[in-house]
């Protein structure tokens, strides 16, 4: 499986306390994880090509674009200060 790190990092995550950068790392594996999972559920309930189950996977790998989107800008936010003068 290619998220089994991913699936390490999360109960590594909430075993111990959490720092905003790991929170930032913990929240896009848990999103790259879900999509995942979501990719194998829509293979195995439609097989072949259908429009709706294609539909059903771009608004997936949406929802993880915009969850990387916000995590720079939080990232941004958090070390923004610590980079720039």
Do not use: N, Y
Not at 49 to 64: L, M, N, R, T
Request: glycine content about 10%; cysteine-free; aromatic content about 6%.
């Amino acid at each position: 499986m290619k998220d089994v790190k991913g699936v390490k990092e999360v109960k590594r995550g909430l075993e111990t306390d959490v720092t905003p950068p790991q929170s930032l790392t913990f929240t896009g594996r848990l999103r790259s994880i879900a999509h995942a999972v979501f990719e194998f559920l829509t293979d195995v309930a439609s097989p072949t090509f259908h429009p709706i189950a294609g539909q059903a996977k771009d608004v997936a790998a949406g929802a993880v674009l915009l969850t990387a989107i916000g995590a720079v800008i939080i990232g941004a936010l958090v070390f923004g200060p610590h980079v720039v003068p």
